[in-house]
């Protein structure tokens, strides 16, 4: 199962709503999760079961979706939150990460 | 609180067998799923495979015919060897582990817990 992320890439300012999507080459339910990467660190969980927020992580971070298509959201951006975002599905027995989103300060 | 120690050799040579330890502490190796990933310089992260605590493996196909994952339960490690090594294996290597949670009648899985990773290369 493939995962495509878009944009691979996106610019943005301190509180605006970022939205990543990601998608499956076939269905998945919500077999998937979400991570932030920041440089030099190990990716740390922020969301799975599709929409399911993990312990800690705040709430402006949201995901939705099933199926094939399936979106991150931030609802505010703060300075922290600049990193990269993979999704990552864990349906099948075979797992894959999409190919990552970076986000930048404007 | 499960922490993950990946230790191993940092530099390796072409043609050689990569080889690296995954420590688990803090909690017990038992029942769960354990993985490795790597994230090659500048690039995305892979899924290499992963081990039961029991024994039984599944591997990333593009690197099936390379790869070994095995587990010491008694030592709470698990380990990657990965064979015939080119530039191409050049990466950080994490081990992660699967976590579960039962939600409305079905199990869902992530990668809940990550070690700092351990940057490999392969290099003459």
């Known amino acids: 199962i493939q995962l495509t992320q878009s944009p691979s890439s996106l610019s943005a300012s301190v509180g605006d709503r970022v939205t990543i999507t990601c998608r499956a080459s076939?269905?998945?339910?919500?077999?998937l999760a979400w991570y932030q990467q920041k440089p030099g660190k190990a990716p740390k969980l922020l969301i799975y079961a599709a929409s399911t927020l993990q312990s800690g992580v705040p709430s402006r971070f949201s995901g939705s979706g099933s199926g094939t298509d399936f979106t991150l959201t931030i609802s505010s951006l703060q300075p922290e939150d600049f990193a990269t975002y993979y999704c990552?599905?864990?349906?099948?027995?075979?797992?894959?990460f999409g190919q990552g989103t970076k986000v930048e300060i404007k | 609180q499960v922490q993950l120690q990946e230790s191993g050799p940092g530099l390796v040579k072409p043609s050689e067998t990569l080889s690296l330890t995954c420590t688990v502490s803090?909690?017990?190796?038992?029942?769960?799923?354990w993985s490795w990933i790597r994230q090659p310089p500048g690039k995305g992260l892979e899924w290499i495979g992963y081990i039961y605590y029991s024994g039984s493996t599944n591997y990333n196909p593009s690197l099936k015919s390379r790869v070994t994952i095995s587990v010491d339960t008694s030592k709470n490690q698990f380990s990657l060897k990965l064979s015939s090594v080119t530039a191409a294996d050049t990466a950080v290597y994490y081990c992660a582990r699967r976590g579960y949670s039962y939600e409305a009648h079905y199990y869902y899985y992530y990668m809940d817990v990550w070690g700092k990773g351990t940057t490999v290369t392969v290099s003459s």
């Open positions: 076939q269905g998945i339910s919500s077999y």
């Open positions: 990552q599905q864990l349906n099948s027995y075979l797992w894959t």
């Open positions: 803090g909690g017990s190796i038992s029942s769960y799923y």
